[in-house]
């Protein structure tokens, strides 16, 4: 998977608020490539990171510890949700920062996923 195509499925994590179940296996797909110990291995695996506490769960096994802030606000049927990753909040010196955006909130937490394992893998 080349970063053309990791950018591709973030700008449509970021964009679309109705992915399917088989635009989550291509996220899943990313997962594996970027961090494998944090891929659920499951044949629901894409059904549950479609969710936001599912998205939470990828989060926190691909960066433990790290700290997830997210804000935003729900409008009607979708909102517009911003969740950033970083290692430490109490400096502001990290090295990197995972940040997403996306009318679904679990989606915005897998932009920020997604773009932190890309940074992080490039180092």
């Known amino acids: 998977m080349q970063d053309p195509e990791l950018e591709i499925l973030i ?5 679309q608020p109705d ?5 989550f ?19 629901h695996a894409a059904q549950r990171i479609s969710t936001a506490d599912g998205a939470m769960h990828v989060a926190d096994d691909a960066f433990p510890d790290w700290d997830v802030h997210i804000r935003g606000r729900a409008y009607g049927k979708h909102g517009r949700w911003h969740c950033t990753l970083r290692e430490n909040d109490a400096r502001d010196n ?4 995972g940040v997403g955006q996306s009318p679904v909130l ?16 490039k180092d």
Not at 27 to 43: C, G, M, N, Q, T
Not at 106 to 121: G, N, S, T
Request: aromatic letters at 2%; glycine letters at 4%.
């Open 25 to 43: 296996d291509g996220v899943l797909h990313a997962l594996a490539f970027l961090l494998p110990d944090a891929v659920p291995d499951d044949e």
């Open 11 to 15: 700008g449509r994590l970021e964009s």
């Open 19 to 23: 992915l399917t179940l088989a635009d």
């Open 94 to 97: 990290d090295a990197a920062i």
């Open 106 to 121: 679990a989606q915005a937490i897998l932009a920020a996923v997604l773009r932190l394992a890309m940074i992080l893998k």
